[in-house]
């Protein structure tokens, strides 16, 4: 078993649960918002979105471009963390985390393009942000 003080490896990025042969459970790392600390997942999903649908301005043909404004929702979490498992928590609405935002899709010969400008409200420090995202095709 590693000893807590190589966690993280010698340059103090890398992340996973070891064992402290001495106490039997796993320490918590420190980090900040340089060093995350990769997620590990979990066995339960919680997400939302609700949109409003409206008119590009200023476009003519209006048949191959949809504007929206957005809420999304949601987080991943565990029902299955042991008593010594960091980063690890059960489902837990004050976990959930919040993004409003602006999207504009448009109807492609290669499919749906869809282009987001979006802004986080309720991060917490060691969330990774995404301000903008773009996709092709739709989701499932």
């Excluded at 992340?15 to 918002?33: A, L, R």
């Excluded at 590990?40 to 191959?64: Q, T, W, Y």
């Excluded at 949601?74 to 029902?79: A, I, K, L, Q, R």
């Excluded at 837990?92 to 290669?110: M, P």
Aim: aromatic share 12%.
């Amino acid at each position: 078993m590693a000893s807590p003080h190589n966690l993280g490896g010698a340059d103090g990025r890398g992340y996973g649960y070891t064992v402290d042969p001495q106490t039997g459970k796993i320490p918590t790392q420190q980090f900040n918002t340089r060093n995350r600390p990769n997620p590990f997942g979990g066995n339960a999903l919680i997400e939302g979105s609700a949109e409003v649908l409206f008119p590009m301005p200023f476009i003519k043909d209006r048949s191959s471009l949809r504007s929206a404004l957005f809420f999304d929702f949601g987080n991943v979490f565990n029902t299955n963390c042991r008593e010594n498992q960091a980063n690890c928590f059960g489902i837990d609405a004050g976990e959930l985390r919040y993004s409003v935002g602006i999207g504009v899709t448009w109807l492609s010969g290669f499919g749906p393009l869809t282009f987001s400008l979006a802004k986080p409200l309720n991060a917490s420090p060691i969330d990774e942000r995404e301000v903008f995202q773009f996709s092709l095709g739709r989701g499932f």
